[in-house]
T-cell receptor
Framework: DTGVSQDPRHKITKRGQNVTFRCDPISEHNRLYWYRQTLGQGPEFLTYFQNEAQLEKSRLLSDRFSAERPKGSFSTLEIQRTEQGDSAMYLC???????????????FGPGTRLTVT | AQRVTQPEKLLSVFKGAPVELKCNYSYSGSPELFWYVQYSRQRLQLLLRHISRESIKGFTADLNKGETSFHLKKPFAQEEDSAMYYCALSVNTGFQKLVFGTGTRLLVSP
């Protein structure tokens, strides 16, 4: 499967614990996005990377959230001191922007479902 | 502020009936709009974008700037069209942040 992959697919944690999710984008894609989706809502933008640079962060991304994309390949999203309100599906997407063949399409991964008890 | 509104949470039709999934947006810039679809147990995927003006799986969507709408239409629904449909607006220049609506679940009954 050459699509976007995310690990783990499901995570159950206790309030106050730290969790880390991983996203592997499509290999040649230079942009990577993180979204959060809660029940009954559409995905909400969290942050995105152009190669290894984090170019924009949503106000939804509190100080407890941090994202990295070392070497411009895979990305990690860490949530510290989890709260019940963090329970959601965390989606990763990637796209190819720029020459020679730019793509407007964001390709989504299957998501990581986080449950905070 | 940028906003996408999908007023219907659920749209239920019979096979062969016409379908229209409504989408309205609020954006002060030049809008770039998309429809994404999520079939059961599958990941979110792009269905169509307004710039391409193409028909995908029989679906079309026309951007109406006067009414700030981007409704998705299909003249004859099929059972395999049953899925969750999200309208999305790309904000800023380029294809960066997507602002999604809350989605409409389409159920096509035989």
């Amino acid at each position: 499967d050459t699509g976007v992959s995310q690990d783990p697919r499901h995570k159950i944690t206790k309030r106050g614990q730290n969790v880390t999710f991983r996203c592997d984008p499509i290999s040649e894609h230079n942009r990577l996005y993180w979204y959060r989706q809660t029940l009954g809502q559409g995905p909400e933008f969290l942050t995105y990377f152009q190669n290894e640079a984090q170019l924009e962060k949503s106000r939804l991304l509190s100080d407890r959230f941090s994202a990295e994309r070392p070497k411009g390949s895979f990305s990690t999203l860490e949530i510290q001191r989890t709260e019940q309100g963090d329970s959601a599906m965390y989606l990763c997407a990637s796209s190819l922007v720029g020459a020679p063949v730019p793509s407007y399409e964001q390709y989504f991964g299957p998501g990581t479902r986080l449950t905070v008890t | 502020a940028q906003r996408v509104t999908q007023p219907e949470k659920l749209l239920s039709v019979f096979k062969g009936a016409p379908v229209e999934l409504k989408c309205n947006y609020s954006y002060s810039g030049s809008p770039e709009l998309f429809w994404y679809v999520q079939y059961s147990r599958q990941r979110l995927q792009l269905l169509l974008r307004h710039i391409s003006r193409e028909s995908i799986k029989g679906f079309t969507a026309d951007l109406n700037k006067g009414e700030t709408s981007f409704h998705l239409k299909k003249p004859f629904a099929q059972e395999e069209d049953s899925a969750m449909y999200y309208c999305a607006l790309s904000v800023n220049t380029g294809f960066q942040k997507l602002v999604f609506g809350t989605g409409t679940r389409l159920l096509v009954s035989p």
